[in-house]
């Protein structure tokens, strides 16, 4: 089955996909994604991050997008460290 994703849940992934196990802060997702500068707030990159991970989840994906300090990473289940969490 296809991965349905919105504009911008696909805009996250692709930019996180890009710099796979190198940390993507809020604000570089902000301003790449979304095109602004500090706006919306980083709630709505939260938002698209769950939405993102519930959908990969389903989709039984390998890959995961792990919490950051300021954002957040993408990498492959087997390159996750044990007990790594979403915080």
């Not at 504009?7 to 809020?26: H, N, S």
């Not at 997702?29 to 959908?55: C, K, N, Q």
Request: no cysteine; hydrophobic share 50%.
């Amino acid at each position: 089955a296809a991965l349905r994703l919105t504009d911008r849940e696909f805009g996250v992934l692709a930019l996180l996909a890009r710099r796979a196990g190198t940390p993507v802060g809020r604000a570089t997702l902000l301003a790449e994604v979304w095109r602004l500068d500090g706006r919306p707030t980083s709630s709505v990159v939260a938002t698209i991050v769950y939405r993102l991970r519930a959908r990969l989840a389903a989709e039984g994906a390998t890959a995961r997008i792990h919490t950051t300090g300021d954002g957040y990473v993408l990498v492959a289940e087997a390159d996750a460290a044990p007990g790594a969490g979403r915080a």
